[in-house]
């Protein structure tokens, strides 16, 4: 199985910055996609941002040029860093990693959701 580890959520002021963190562990063979979505009360699940093993990034127009997200391939960790921070980026943060293991003698390729990270931004 996959298992992620976030962290780095918590409590801001209005125009502050956090950054994010997921590990990604287990019997990994490859990562394609490694992203952080979103959940705000009373609210759906909302893709921030994503980025592919190569590098290419896509993110939600609210937080373009505030949020920049990176990953480290040799450590399986992807990172969110969340500059002029505002009331309305208040929610949960997940953590998605779409991972191919080996399963027996096959390949088997999954979304591995994180179990999520309060962020807070107070105005």
């Known amino acids: 199985q996959v298992q992620l580890v976030e962290s780095g959520g918590g409590l801001v002021q209005a125009g502050g910055s956090l950054r994010l963190s997921c590990a990604a562990s287990g019997s990994i063979f490859r990562i394609d996609v490694m992203g952080w979505y979103r959940q705000a009360p009373g609210k759906q699940r909302e893709l921030v941002a994503d980025?592919?093993?190569?590098?290419?990034?896509n993110y939600a127009d609210s937080v373009k040029v505030r949020f920049t997200i990176s990953r480290d391939n040799a450590k399986n960790t992807v990172y969110l860093q969340m500059n002029s921070l505002k009331p309305e980026d208040t929610g949960v943060y997940y953590c998605?990693?779409?991972?191919?293991?080996?399963?027996?003698?096959?390949?088997?390729?999954?979304?591995?959701w994180g179990q999520g990270t309060q962020v807070t931004v107070s105005s």
């Open positions: 980025i592919t093993s190569g590098g290419s990034t």
């Open positions: 998605l990693t779409k991972a191919t293991r080996l399963s027996g003698f096959r390949y088997v390729t999954n979304d591995y």
